[in-house]
């Protein structure tokens, strides 16, 4: 089945970039998502990328997906404080079945 | 967009007592829901699949007659913790696929179990 891995830690300053990165080993997934979770809540889709693409932007978000090396990476421009949070990589294969997430990474932003 | 709720958000519970989470779609329906434990500073582990007139699926190491699953309709599953105790102190999530076809996943906003 699917396995994920990410980083467990990232601490950027405001206003820097940051790039979440991820590996997973089953090409047959569909979907590959990005999700963050804010302390004591739910996860909140930030964004997901088509398996036939290779880059994804959405604002301050930029998706780039290598599918030759099954690596997948987030990258937040000018990053706020508002943005730490753990972010989860997610990807599923067969549709409507459960996604498989990495362990997350917290992101942590330095004022 | 799709929205998916959790009823309640948090619990406080005695030892030996059974807690009903509630996690419903509120403007579509998911024949499938699935229910996700997520212990502090770990990635969420998938715990079952609620399926909507049939019986939920299980994961491996989960015990089934502990957590109870009950898809009761199309927009609706509960998952019971039936004599809980301090170890199945957790953050509960569920989360629905919106349509077979589109497969974006919506989760609810969790739920947190605190077992005295």
């Known amino acids: 089945g699917e396995d994920v891995e990410q980083s467990l830690f990232l601490s950027v300053r405001e206003g820097d970039s940051s790039v979440i990165n991820c590996t997973y080993t089953d090409s047959s997934s569909t979907y590959l998502y990005w999700y963050k979770q804010e302390p004591g809540a739910g996860l909140q889709l930030l964004t997901y990328i088509f398996s036939n693409m290779d880059m994804k932007q959405d604002q301050r978000l930029t998706v780039l997906l290598n599918k030759k090396d099954k690596h997948l990476s987030l990258r937040i421009a000018d990053t706020q404080t508002g943005d730490s949070a753990i972010y989860f990589c997610a990807g599923e294969a067969p549709p409507n079945t459960p996604l498989v997430f990495g362990k997350g990474t917290r992101l942590s932003v330095i004022a | 967009g799709a929205v998916v709720s959790q009823h309640p958000s948090r619990v406080i519970c005695k030892s030996g007592t059974s807690v009903k989470i509630e996690c419903r779609s509120l403007?579509?329906?998911?024949?499938?829901m699935f229910w996700y434990r997520q212990f502090p500073k770990q990635s969420l582990m998938l715990m079952a699949t609620s399926n909507e007139g049939s019986k939920a699926t299980y994961e491996q190491g989960v015990e089934k007659d502990k957590f109870l699953i009950n898809h009761a309709s199309l927009t609706l599953s509960t998952l019971t913790v039936t004599s809980a105790h301090p170890e199945d102190s957790s953050f509960y999530i569920c989360?629905?696929?919106?349509?077979?076809?589109?497969?974006?996943?919506?989760f609810g906003p969790g739920t947190r179990l605190t077992v005295l």
């Open positions: 403007d579509f329906q998911a024949t499938t």
């Open positions: 989360s629905a696929p919106r349509d077979y076809s589109y497969n974006e996943q919506f």
